[in-house]
T-cell receptor
Framework: NAGVTQTPKFRILKIGQSMTLQCTQD?????MYWYRQDPGMGLKLIYY???????DKGEVPNGYNVSRSTTEDFPLRLELAAPSQTSVYFC?????????????FGEGSWLTVV | AQTVTQSQPEMSVQEAETVTLSCTYD???????LFWYKQPPSRQMILVIR??????QNATENRFSVNFQKAAKSFSLKISDSQLGDAAMYFC????????????FGTGTSLTVIP
């Protein structure tokens, strides 16, 4: 059972570089999310998507972009990386319908910007 | 946006004893869901328990139970017969069914289990 798969698991970026964190889920979930977790802190929502072709900003979207061309994939793009983007990034998915289904997380991507 | 507050950054409990982790939230919605997630050092997020706001009965999952007080907007987690494997960061989360099933997380409580 793959669930939510994120790649890469670890990455070091130089200031100003760009990269894409990949996320894919095989559960046919309509809702997908990107969160970041700074050291000692909770998770903050960066972007989310309620279905293919639809994305919206969360609490902390600045410096990031997303796309949702398929139900399965929800990549997160970092443009012009900054040290403030050093964090652990979690992709997650959730069945649609407002039925309170739980959110399924990937294993996280550790990103360091130096 | 809804806010979730965990006022205990750190807690400790003796093995086999009971501990309660606190969580409060702020919302004007009547239909929502609440969750407790466990995050061990591996950083994997593991669902512990969930509660539907429309249900008055408190959720229970084996050694884990909640005390849900809707009027007080309180959602505490009780861990009974604590085990060494319970040591982790615990996050309280609120899910709104009105805004794309967005989840809002507290800042977490770090639980230490003392042998």
């Amino acid at each position: 059972n793959a669930g939510v798969t994120q790649t890469p698991k670890f990455r070091i970026l130089k200031i100003g570089q760009s990269m894409t964190l990949q996320c894919t889920q095989d559960m046919n979930h309509n809702y997908m999310y990107w969160y970041r977790q700074d050291p000692g802190m909770g998770l903050k929502l960066i972007y989310y998507s309620v279905g293919a072709g639809i994305t919206d900003k969360g609490e902390v979207p600045n410096g990031y972009n997303v796309s949702r061309s398929t139900t399965e994939d929800f990549p997160l793009r970092l443009e012009l990386a900054a040290p403030s983007q050093t964090s652990v990034y979690f992709c997650a998915s959730n069945p649609s319908g407002g039925s309170g289904n739980t959110i399924y997380f990937g294993e996280g991507s550790w990103l360091t910007v130096v | 946006a809804q806010t979730v507050t965990q006022s205990q950054p750190e807690m400790s409990v003796q093995e086999a004893e009971t501990v309660t982790l606190s969580c409060t939230y702020d919302t004007s919605e009547s239909d929502y869901y609440l969750f407790w997630y466990k995050q061990p050092p591996s950083r994997q997020m593991i669902l512990v328990i969930r509660q539907e706001a429309y249900k008055q009965q408190n959720a229970t999952e084996n050694r884990f139970s909640v005390n849900f007080q809707k009027a007080a907007k309180s959602f505490s987690l009780k861990i009974s017969d604590s085990q060494l494997g319970d040591a982790a960061m615990y996050f309280c989360a609120y899910m709104s069914s009105n805004t794309g099933n967005q989840f809002y997380f507290g800042t977490g409580t770090s639980l230490t289990v003392i042998p």
